[in-house]
C-alpha cells in the first residue's frame, strides 16, 4: 500500500506543468506559483539514493528558483531522511495518511442549505479557491493564476468541488479563519488583496463570494490512486457536517470515474474522526521536510 501511495504521489508531481527528474527524485515545479505547497519533490520508489542524489537535488530546486522540500511516505525511502537532516533540511511535519475504498466509503446527506458543485467558470474557481484560502487562515484573494491551477486539474481528470450556501444558510461575514480540512490546499495565491464583497455566479444568479461556503478536490488518479486534498470549510459554516460531505462527495466521484483507492491527510483529531465517518482509515505514514 504505502509503494502505491507514494507512485501517485509521483505521477501527480510529474502532471505539474514543468516537472524535473532529478536522480531519484520528482520535483513537481508550477511556474504559476511558488508555493512550497506546490512546489515540492519526492523520491521514485524503488530507488536508490544517496547523498549526492540530495546535493542534485538541492542544487535543482536553487535553479528553479524554488524552497528545497519533499513529501513522501516515508517506509518507501527509509534512509533518505536521515540524509536530508544532514543536508541542512528540517522536518516540518510528520503526518498518518487515511485510505478509502467504494467497500468502506458511507456519504452522508448534504447539509440543509448547501449544494455541492464543481466549478465550471474561473469566477467560480476563484470564488472556491478564496474560500479555501479563508478556511485555512488566508487573508488573499484567489487569482486568475489559481483558477488555471484549478481548471488544468479538472481537465486532467481531477476533481474540484465547492459548498454553496442558499439563501438561508448564506452569511456575509468577513471574518472567517482557521480550517476543519485537511492536506495540502494545492491552490496558493500569486497575488494580495482583501476578499471583500467579489460576486460570483451560481445557478444564474449572483451570489456573494461568501457564499460559497468551503471546497476540496482530487487529483486526476494513477493507477487507479487519488489524493483528495484541500478539504476547507469557512469558520461561520462549520459544525453542520460540510467537511464530511464535501470530502465523501468528492471521493464518490473518483470511484464513480473509476478510481480504485483514495487518500489523504488529517490535520488533527477533528478532521480524523470526520474522515473517519466516511469510510477512510489509517494506512501509513508520511514525512514534510524543508530547507530554509
Known sequence: MDARIQQSVVANLSGRPAPITVGPFVI???????SPGINYATPIPGSPITATDVTALIAAFRSAKRKP???????????????????????????????????????????????????????????????QHAAFGGDTAATTADATRMAR??????????????????????GFTGSDGSGSLGAGSDGAGSLGDARMTVGGSNMD??????????????????????????????????AGAITADITSRLFAAGAELAWLEASGVE??????????????KRLYIAME
Open 28 to 34: 513537481g515545479v508550477d511556474p504559476g506559483t511558488d
Open 69 to 131: 522540500r519533499l513529501e513522501y511516505v516515508t517506509s518507501t525511502a527509509p534512509d533518505l531522511e536521515a540524509l536530508l537532516l544532514g543536508a541542512g533540511f528540517t522536518v516540518e511535519e510528520r503526518h498518518e495518511y487515511l485510505i478509502c475504498t467504494p467497500a468502506t466509503l458511507t456519504v452522508p446527506p448534504t447539509p440543509d442549505g448547501f449544494e455541492l458543485l464543481a466549478p465550471s467558470t474561473d469566477e467560480q474557481r476563484i470564488a472556491m479557491v478564496s474560500a
Open 153 to 174: 486539474l479538472q481537465s486532467r481528470g481531477g476533481i474540484a468541488l465547492m459548498a454553496v450556501a442558499t439563501a438561508d444558510a448564506a452569511t456575509t461575514s468577513s
Open 209 to 242: 463570494v461568501f457564499a460559497v461556503a468551503g471546497g476540496g478536490q482530487a487529483v486526476p488518479p494513477s493507477d487507479g490512486v487519488s489524493e483528495v486534498a484541500g478539504i476547507a470549510v469557512r469558520e461561520a459554516y462549520r459544525r453542520r457536517g460540510l
Open 271 to 284: 478532521s480524523w474522526r470526520v474522515y473517519e465517518r466516511i469510510g477512510y482509515r489509517p494506512a501509513g
